[in-house]
């Protein structure tokens, strides 16, 4: 008999990462969550398969120190059961997911995959800043507006495959992150 459990929290858990106040706290948010994210695929054998701004937050301490935590597995699938989530499945957020799921591989998800994609949330944030409002994402902004699932693929492919490519995103970084 399958059994699933869920927790529903119906008070806040963490604040989104538009409120965190600098790209420090950005980055100890992020290296938090990819520990969390480790430690579930090692112990829990979870993969999350929806790593996306929306599903990072944080918690501001009483020191005034954030800590990052992942959310919203409902995209989660169980790794331990061998290689039973092709790509052709294609879950996740559309900018954020990786190039396997856009191009339907028959390769498993891996835990790598969700590690793809916290790369395409660092790219979003430094190119959009905390609050999607710079606009100078005039490469990427092709991750969300391909013609086809694979078309993005191909612009993924051809903005990360070299490093003159991705040179190119890193310049369109706003270093104010607002």
């Given at each position: 008999?399958l059994?699933?459990?869920?927790?529903?929290?119906?008070?806040?858990?963490?604040?989104?990462?538009?409120?965190?106040?600098?790209?420090?706290?950005?980055?100890?948010?992020?290296?938090?969550?990819?520990?969390?994210?480790?430690?579930i695929?090692?112990?829990?054998?979870?993969?999350?398969?929806?790593?996306?701004?929306?599903?990072?937050?944080?918690?501001?301490?009483?020191?005034?120190?954030?800590?990052?935590?992942?959310?919203?597995?409902?995209?989660?699938?169980?790794?331990?059961?061998?290689p039973?989530?092709?790509?052709?499945?294609?879950?996740?957020?559309?900018?954020?997911?990786?190039?396997?799921?856009?191009?339907?591989?028959?390769l498993?998800?891996?835990?790598?995959?969700?590690?793809?994609?916290?790369?395409?949330?660092?790219?979003?944030?430094?190119?959009?800043?905390?609050?999607?409002?710079?606009?100078?994402?005039?490469?990427?902004?092709?991750?969300?507006?391909g013609?086809?699932?694979?078309?993005i693929?191909?612009?993924?492919?051809?903005?990360?495959?070299?490093?003159?490519s991705?040179?190119?995103?890193?310049?369109?970084?706003?270093?104010?992150?607002?």
């Open positions: 008999q059994r699933v459990h869920r927790r529903v929290a119906m008070s806040p858990i963490g604040k989104p990462l538009n409120m965190l106040k600098s790209v420090p706290e950005l980055i100890i948010v992020v290296a938090d969550t990819m520990r969390a994210h480790r430690a695929v090692e112990h829990c054998h979870i993969l999350h398969r929806d790593v996306m701004p929306g599903n990072i937050l944080f918690r501001r301490m009483n020191d005034g120190t954030v800590k990052g935590m992942l959310v919203d597995f409902d995209h989660a699938v169980n790794s331990s059961k061998g039973h989530t092709p790509h052709d499945e294609r879950t996740g957020t559309l900018p954020f997911m990786c190039i396997h799921a856009l191009e339907r591989s028959q498993p998800r891996t835990e790598l995959d969700d590690w793809e994609t916290m790369i395409y949330v660092l790219i979003w944030i430094g190119t959009y800043g905390f609050k999607g409002a710079n606009g100078r994402a005039a490469k990427i902004k092709y991750w969300v507006g013609t086809t699932l694979e078309d693929a191909r612009f993924k492919r051809g903005d990360l495959d070299n490093s003159s991705f040179k190119s995103i890193i310049n369109d970084f706003d270093s104010r992150m607002d």
